[in-house]
């Protein structure tokens, strides 16, 4: 709901500005909103006026550092990033680019003189490399890729540059079928993996090796050609995909290389080593690690290769292991292997004794460094907060993104002695709004364990009043409820819109140990629920929270956790918002693009009567449960989302209108399994409130008549 009155100049009527690609022509830029808040009020037009902080980058010598920040525009249905430069030690930023296109994939070349980077090329419509002086004069187009360009990574010797391309799938159309028929739409499929994630798969990435001459990107060689996998992965795989040895003359990549059936069902990509000179590519793993190796990193002698292995086939969101491989020897270490929390972002030090990363911890995401020889590990830096990114400047020093459930990525440097901001890009507008507490509390769980949630309360929160309250459920279902800040399932707009959320890290979610991460899968409907049971009568027995109305809300398996909830609530749930949820387990199982997951999650399939942990999972699938059904119910969905497709949403709208149900459903043909364009967001957090607030508020009893409901 649109509760304060905006004043977006920006937004509305974008400026014209020259372009620095060099044309002379007059292009709309998107250029930062100016925004009025009333009453410190968080809304959805303002949750898009938020600068979007997705890169840092320090130059070579650590002095500077070059960051892409984005904002959106609400009238163009579209957002933009530019580069922007910050010296290390903070202060104002300095824009770097003025462009209709958005810039992305930093890289510092050339000694730290100029910045490459990815940007749309307007007379051909493809995606190239750029790149401009560390001043922002002297732009130069390096690439004229015909496919476009997804992702890239320069040699550090700038001689050559690894580069993923978009080519035709290797499935070829029978040509008789089609010989008098050029305005079909049909496509006949006779294999596995024929769309993945918001798309049908025509064309794959590949990786394509150049020379640069001149700051010119020659034309590019496949080095998997005839090859039919992908390299980088889809749909996330990008410049972490490569990684160069730091004489030039050797890289690694990722790829999975399996298709149809075998992909789908097998998450096991491996590391590849492609020699320059010789034109030969050795595999570096591949017995012993069935599951995903992915981010390599080399030691900066080269002589160690870092990266993260998950030790289970199928297993998605098994433990990450920190491996290092011994170049000469081929022999890999675990440096983790006494450590019981996912590595993330990994990045060595400039001497080669340490190797930083992220990781999630107790609810939080802090900076660790690990001693390569005696697997010590050191933490940096910590607190109430996500560390989304760590680069070192030095041995002592990094670079990082920062946010929490009060504040978007802003740039931090870090160190042992410290933390220090060193951008304020939301400053201005974080100052006019009222934000809601933050608190850690800790809830008994039914197996005797102890759940970390997160309880947020709403702005000038008063503990005297009565309150409505949200339980909110976590997707993935292995997904942290760490300190993220996100622009749907945002914590800050629920507690300005008058909520109190409990946001439980139930089990089956990383940073509290593997037992407790792995416990969910072959468990659907288990224990997890029960967690969410629990969490949901300890914020119910609050004496500020009106227990008579307490909503639950989720998206993906957070969405099937409502629905689930939906047919077990005993009265615990007077509304229920589910967006791109699962609904019907024995349906998901054949649906999902990435089958690796169903059949390890889920245990196997459903006509397998003799596998107990399948029959289980099935047996507690939502829709076994609509006869139970008695709360209203929101329900979201993208047309284009093929991870778990909108029918499962649409059979749960028309089974909750079928059962007399006070339902809604909101559906988007141009989303995925996220909500993207702003305008898109906006009207989801309109009707998101506008549901809630029917529900949860209008119907409230007055204060002094409500009483908290019994724990359960």
Known sequence: MNKTNLTMCAMLMPMVLSGCSGTGEQEKIIEKPEVKVEDGMLTPEVLEAFGRITEAVPSPDGKQIALTMSYEDIAENKGNAEIYLITAEGGEMKRLTKTAGSESNLQWIENGERIAFLRMDKESETMQIYSIKADGSGEQKM?????????FKISPDGKHVIYSSAIDDF????EELYKDLPKTTGKVIDDLGYKHWDEWVSKIPHPFLAEIEGNKVKEGKDIMADEPYECPMRPFGGAESFAWTPDSKQLVYVSRKLKGKDYVFSTDSNLYLYDLASGKTEQLTGEGFPGYDTDPVFSPDGKSLAWLSMPTAKYESDKKRLMVMDMSTRQSRDLTENWDYWPENIA?????KKIWFTGYYQGT???FTIDVNDCRIDTIAAGQYDYATVTPIDNENAITLRHSMREPNEVYAVNKQGVKQLTTANKGLLDQLKLGEVKKVIVPTTDGKEMTCWEILPPDFDPNKKYPAILYCQGGPQQAVSQFWSYRWNFMIMAAHGYIVIAPNRHGVPGFGTEWNREISGDYGGQNMQDYY????YIKSRPY???EHVGAIGASY???SVYWLAGHNDGRYAALVAHAGIFNVESQYLETEEMWFADFDLGGPYWDKENAVAQRTYANSPHRYVDRWEAPMLITVGELDYRILASQGMMAFNAAKMRGLDAEMLVFPDENHWVLKP???ILWQRTFFRFLDKHLKSAAKPAESNKPAESK
Not at 171 to 174: M, S
Not at 534 to 537: K, L
């Open 365 to 367: 995401e802090p900076v």
């Open 545 to 547: 929270v009106d227990a």
């Open 171 to 174: 499935h070829k159309p029978d």
């Open 143 to 151: 690439s004229s890729e015909s496919r476009g360009i997804e992702s």
């Open 558 to 560: 957070g969405g099937f």
């Open 534 to 537: 629990a969490a949901t009568d």
């Open 348 to 352: 060595w030090g400039k001497d080669g």
């Open 679 to 681: 305008q898109n967001a």
